[in-house]
């Protein structure tokens, strides 16, 4: 468990801070950990509470419903910025990528 923790955890610093310039990178990366967590961890127990009622104890609407955040998710990581598309000036020039 505490590898699982360390492989997930350990590069987050890392991600979070390239996806912010540097004089908005605390309030962005607060304002993001914050609210997506209130909305994740807040809501989601209620909503899959409310889908496995209406399923009448069927499990299924809550299997889409992961499988929608999932999906919000993947997209969301397939739209992260880089370090260099964050920060244009660590951009490696085209006469020096060769």
């Known amino acids: 468990m505490g590898l699982v923790y360390a492989c ?9 801070s390239s996806q912010f310039p540097a004089h908005v990178r605390y309030t ?11 909305i ?19 499990p299924k609407y809550v299997v889409w419903y ?7 998710a993947f997209i969301s990581a397939w739209r992260m910025q880089g370090e260099a598309a964050a920060h244009p000036a660590l951009r490696v020039p085209s006469a020096a990528r060769t």
Do not use: R
């Open 28 to 38: 962005g990366i607060s304002l993001a950990v914050q609210v997506s967590g209130a």
């Open 8 to 16: 997930l955890y350990g590069p987050e610093g890392t991600l979070f």
């Open 66 to 72: 992961l499988s929608a955040l999932g999906v919000v």
């Open 40 to 58: 994740g961890g807040g809501l989601a127990p209620i909503v899959a509470t409310w889908l496995l009622a209406k399923g009448g104890g069927d």
